[in-house]
């Protein structure tokens, strides 16, 4: 089991920029697939960006293609969300979740992990 702690949430203007990390601990992290997702006031969590345990396979939900970035560092136990170009409509409780995934395969499936952190808010508004 991993325990995951999200952060680097905040307030930030459309069209602004933030990095969330995921800081992990616990055995073999190297093993797991990441996944970021995030849920809105009165909306369900959604898989955003997901990521396999050797960064081979990255998976981005389309409205976050070519804004959003998952990278991991196996050494550092940490993974991370680059977010560029953020809209009102990304403003979210943003989630790290992890899964074990042997063969490195991605997983972008909110009931398929089973460590998640309690989150990070992210703002966006001016």
């Known amino acids: 089991q991993l325990q995951l702690v999200e952060s680097g949430g905040g307030l930030v203007q459309p069209g602004g920029s933030l990095r969330l990390s995921c800081a992990a601990s616990?055995?073999?992290?190297?093993?797991?697939?990441i996944g970021w997702f995030r849920q809105a006031p009165g909306r369900e969590r959604e898989g955003v960006s997901c990521?396999?345990?050797?960064?081979?396979?990255?998976v981005h939900i389309d409205d976050v293609k070519g804004r959003f970035t998952i990278s991991r560092d196996n050494i550092k136990k940490a993974a991370y969300l680059q977010m560029n170009s953020l809209k009102p409509e990304d403003s979210a409780v943003y989630y790290c979740?992890?899964?074990?995934?042997?063969?490195?395969?991605?997983?972008?499936?909110?009931?398929?992990?089973?460590?998640w952190g309690k989150g990070t808010l992210v703002v966006v508004s001016s």
């Open positions: 979740a992890a899964v074990q995934r042997l063969d490195g395969s991605t997983a972008c499936d909110m009931t398929a992990m089973d460590n």
């Open positions: 990521i396999s345990r050797g960064s081979v396979n990255v």
């Open positions: 616990g055995l073999n992290f190297h093993s797991y697939a």
